[in-house]
């Protein structure tokens, strides 16, 4: 698939996306590059090295497993999330997660206060099927996924309709934005791969509503 132009730049003031749209029915799906391969290593590398790393365990179908990547959850104090009915308590920005969860601030026009990194180490490291539609996002939260390392495959199907379907290669240095009713209407995931590309760190910057402003979607 040809990615769009690159951002130069991306984290100086006033930096613009050029957003592929893409057409999926009941959501609102962008494909962006946000840096070029070198800078993307860059990255990889820093945020290999800042980010404290852990195995979370999940809680699914009543019994507690271990997650299939290496995971943190970081953000500002209050930001407290709970996914796979485990609470995550925030660990603190690092250096390179501040830089760039200000510049996805202006280019995905949100203010995040979050953002869940995940370490893919190699092929056999994945994420099934799932929505980020938690009390704690609001009904339509702008989701901006950062991708730096190998190539993966990210799919999109509808809830209901499963012909609504988005199949993505997330390049090194991509960006994705998800919006609107997405989380709502979709699931995704990063299937296994036996291709064993290699490592790849994701990052989804989310912001977490204040209790008073949250709204159950009534979807998982």
Excluded at 64 to 76: A, Q
Excluded at 193 to 217: C, E, H, K, Q, V
Aim: with cysteine; hydrophobic share 35%.
């Amino acid at each position: 698939m040809q990615m769009p132009d690159t951002i130069a730049e991306p984290a100086r003031r006033g930096a613009q996306a050029r957003w592929r749209r893409f057409d999926l029915a009941g959501a609102d799906v962008r494909l962006a590059r946000f840096c070029d391969a070198a800078a993307a290593q860059r990255w990889f590398s820093r945020l290999h090295a800042e980010i404290p790393w852990e195995q979370h365990r999940l809680r699914i179908f009543g019994r507690e497993i271990d997650s299939p990547r290496l995971s943190c959850w970081i953000g500002d104090a209050d930001a407290v999330y709970t996914y796979s009915r485990t609470r995550f308590e925030p660990q603190p920005w690092t250096p390179a997660l501040l830089q760039l969860r200000d510049a996805m601030n202006r280019l995905c026009g949100q203010e995040y206060n979050s953002v869940l990194c995940n370490l893919y180490r190699d092929g056999h490291d994945a994420m099934g099927w799932h929505s980020d539609a938690e009390p704690e996002l609001g009904p339509q939260p702008v989701i901006a996924s950062l991708s730096f390392g190998a190539t993966r495959r990210f799919r999109l199907r509808h809830k209901r309709n499963p012909e609504l379907r988005l199949e993505l290669d997330l390049e090194s240095g991509s960006l994705l934005r998800m919006a609107g009713a997405t989380q709502a209407n979709y699931r995704h995931d990063l299937p296994r791969t036996a291709r064993a590309p290699g490592a790849r760190i994701n990052l989804t910057f989310r912001r977490i509503l204040p209790m008073s402003s949250r709204y159950s979607t009534g979807q998982d």
